[in-house]
T-cell receptor, first 112, second 117 residues
Framework: ETGVTQTPRHLVMGMTNKKSLKCEQH?????MYWYKQSAKKPLELMFV???????ENNSVPSRFSPECPNSSHLFLHLHTLQPEDSALYLC???????????FGSGTRLTVV | GESVGLHLPTLSVQEGDNSIINCAYS??????FIWYKQESGKGPQFIID?????DKRQGQRVTVLLNKTVKHLSLQIAATQPGDSAVYFC????????????????FGKGTLLTVNP
């Protein structure tokens, strides 16, 4: 356990479903990140929250909607996804300006 | 475009041998580099980092070498063990001290290291 917990570990959803991914960190960090990891592709940065404010939205489609209610929790709301959105979604946290991110184990998402 | 890449997608070594995983980067402005290890079913774990004002940094059984002349980064693992089997990523960032964004940690595709008993 790294201190960053992601739930659920696995998720299968239809293209018309709405679901949410949850990330929780107990490390006292003040920055949180969502990354997408697809097969044979580098990790792709999706969103960054620093001090609970979104500071990066890396051209992510609007069917992905992040939420950061406090510095310990991060959500990724999913709506009307496509099969190509199937991937491992990783959450990470750090102190602002500290680049040694701590990652969670990810949510394996399959869109059918 | 600017990117981080890896020379070999897979590397197979015998237990006890030394492993060398390579990484090439193209952005000469990058001033901080990190190696991550990702085991099956887990997220990436920080291994070791190095700043651009250094050529070498050592940790426990791992050494990172940075050659800024040819924009090359390597991770050396001494006495490789079965528990070292994983995908290894290098990542680069241009820190605010060098005029970069705070958050643009760019990852390479990864090298799969397999340790044979």
């Amino acid at each position: 356990e790294t201190g960053v917990t992601q739930t659920p570990r696995h998720l299968v959803m239809g293209m018309t479903n709405k679901k949410s991914l949850k990330c929780e960190q107990h490390l006292g960090h003040n920055a949180m990140y969502w990354y997408k990891q697809s097969a044979k592709k580098p990790l792709e940065l999706m969103f960054v929250y620093s001090l609970e404010e979104r500071v990066e939205n890396n051209s992510v489609p609007s069917r992905f909607s992040p939420e950061c209610p406090n510095s310990s929790h991060l959500f990724l709301h999913l709506h009307t996804l496509q099969p190509e959105d199937s991937a491992l979604y990783l959450c990470a946290s750090s102190q602002v300006l500290d680049y040694g991110y701590t990652f969670g184990s990810g949510t394996r998402l399959t869109v059918v | 475009g600017e990117s981080v890449g890896l020379h070999l997608p897979t590397l197979s070594v015998q237990e006890g041998d030394n492993s060398i995983i390579n990484c090439a980067y193209s952005n000469s402005a990058s001033d901080y580099f990190i190696w991550y290890k990702q085991e099956s079913g887990k997220g990436p774990q920080f291994i070791i980092d190095i700043r651009s004002n250094m050529d070498k940094r050592q940790g426990q059984r791992v050494t990172v070498l940075l050659n800024k002349t040819v924009k090359h980064l390597s991770l050396q693992i001494a006495a490789t063990q079965p528990g070292d089997s994983a995908v290894y990523f290098c990542a680069e960032i241009i820190t605010p001290y060098s005029g970069g964004s705070n958050y643009k940690l760019t990852f390479g595709k990864g090298t799969l290291l397999t340790v044979n008993p």
